[in-house]
């Protein structure tokens, strides 16, 4: 028999229908999995039970003839950042060590209800905030990729999703749920060759998730292919009326509308994103993204989205000032982490406790969100910031009137190594210029797997798409997947 962890969510849902195999056998399987593989740090908490025991009552549903539940018999991987009942969830910041909520975000209960099983916690850049999930105060994630040039270095998963892409192209899971505040789904698995995708602001509800910038941030789905990530997306996505921006709108039937016929489509192909200092090989994917699109049926036509130059730096003024707002109920009184010297008053204590438990990289952005929002500045930074998000969203709507959707590239590298720009601050967030603009403007996007560099690491093609037309990213990225043929996986290391 293949083995039950090579397969993924579309293959492991119908074999189970059918009765190949039982849902504990796949459940213990990924367990196994899971436990042998501490060394990739892809996950803080390991709920194996929890896993079990949705199985068991997927086996006994079916031995009853009950219809079964979407995820009937998938195991999958949760990102830290998502609360789950009675289940430590720390956003891998020490300032939340020990928290168990006792209470289920919408998203996961929405998984739950639609018969998943949980394989764990994952980890993450701290609350979110990472391009390489290095910033996790429960250490680093590594990708399961290597160079092929011999050597062995530790490369990144991509952030912040890391547990969750490094877990999926490994095979601990066959999916897992990821947010994108800026790209945080679509960078982790265009650098594990993987298949992630960002739906449109609202699709999916955002309480229970643990806030980084409100405005920004979605929950979606990692998983093998195109396929896959369609079945989880609908059983994630749904109204919830506990979720002020929560779209009130019917999910569509996503898998069913799965098309690769691009016939009457037009792609759009910005200009803007030939940035200087592009990889010949990110351009010649780019290429090769257009030429295979072209195949599917579709006419590319050249377009411009003018405000991109400034949306990285709007968006590392919008999304650190909403973080300091966000991040402000962390004080050591409520949950958590609390550091009360001996004698200090309440002052003291916020500022022990967060400078303990905030992460460099969270307390950088935390300065620099309440530097803008500060008397003085915030007119000069943060309104200047959302006028341009307001031109950003302008330019995608105006490119809509020639075209359908756009093609991009994911990221402008291949994975780097750990270590490799920790240092940098600014080489780390120019990770996330190809991803941002949609993010501003709260468009669906997605990054699908398009080949390997010169030495052998995956690259991805990102797919952006009008409002509400996840149908159609979707379409596209199915075309560009069957045309790459990408099968290519890391080579058991760990």
Known sequence: MTDLTDLGIAAIRDGFRAGDFTAREVAEAFNANVAAADALNAFLVKTPDHALAAADAADAARAAGDAPKPLAGVPIGMKDLFCTTGVATTAASHILEGFVPPYESTVSQNLWDAGAGMLGKLNMDQFAMGSSNETSAFGNVISPWRRNDGGNAALAPGGSSGGSSSAVAARLCPGATGTDTGGSIRQPAAFTGISGIKPTYGRCSRWGTIAFASSLDQAGPMARDVRDCAIMLGAMAGFDRKDATSLQLDVPAWEAGLSANLTGKRIGIPKEYRVDGMPAEIEALWQQGIDWLRDAGAEIVEVSLPHTTYALPAYYIIAPAEASSNLARY??????????????????????????????????????????????????????????????????????????????????????????????????????????????????????????????????????????????????????EERAGFVARPDRWW
């Open 331 to 480: 004080d050591g009184v409520r949950y958590g982490l609390r550091d009360l010297p001996e004698g200090a008053g309440l002052q003291d204590m916020y500022a022990a406790t967060r400078a303990d438990g905030f992460g460099d990289e969270v307390k950088r952005r935390i300065m620099i969100g309440t530097y803008v929002l500060s008397a003085g500045f915030y007119d000069a930074y943060y309104t200047q910031a959302q006028k341009v998000r307001t031109l950003i969203a302008r330019d995608f709507e105006r490119a809509w009137e020639q075209c359908d959707l756009l093609l991009t590239p994911t990221a402008p590298s291949a994975a780097f190594g750990l270590g490799e720009k920790s240092d940098d601050p600014i080489a780390m967030y120019l990770n996330d210029v190809f991803t941002v603009p949609s993010s501003l403007a709260g468009l669906p996007a997605m990054s699908v797997p398009g080949g390997l560099d010169h030495q052998g690491l995956p690259l991805g093609l990102q797919i952006i798409g009008r409002p509400l037309d996840e149908q159609g990213v979707l379409n596209a990225s199915l075309a560009i």
